[in-house]
């Protein structure tokens, strides 16, 4: 469920939001965007980057997440000192080489 309302932000910067009786009670994400005016115009570029990443949140923390876990992985590897092995076997039936591999490429017709 997804809900927009436009709000005035007072000089103060506190806001009371009254909320639809059919949003369900517990914990909520508020995003705010502010809208550009005169004083201080906000740019379509930056607008659009912040969709985009609310759009895509999830994707980017995944993704920061693997990036982590892969730097802890050689952090600790100077920590101990220690080298680790891969396990033979480790990657079988993960990758599929084409029947016709080794086969003539069409592209490369006119240089054999």
């Known amino acids: 469920m997804s809900i927009t ?5 007072p000089a103060n ?4 939001i009254d909320v639809p009786p059919e949003v369900p009670t ?3 994400k508020i995003y705010f965007f502010p ?3 005169d004083k201080e115009p906000v740019q379509r570029s930056e607008a659009r980057d912040i969709e985009l990443f609310r759009l895509h949140a999830d994707e980017l923390n995944a993704e920061a997440e693997d990036v982590l876990s892969y730097q802890n ?3 600790d590897l100077e920590e101990t000192g220690q080298k680790k092995v891969p ?9 599929r080489m084409a029947e016709d591999f080794d086969a003539p490429l069409e592209d490369f ?3 054999m």
């Open 26 to 28: 517990g914990q909520a």
């Open 109 to 111: 017709k006119d240089y």
């Open 87 to 95: 396990v033979f076997g480790c990657a079988k039936g993960k990758y």
């Open 13 to 16: 910067h506190r806001l009371t």
């Open 5 to 9: 309302q436009t709000v005035e932000i």
């Open 73 to 75: 992985m050689y952090l």
């Open 35 to 37: 809208i550009s005016t």
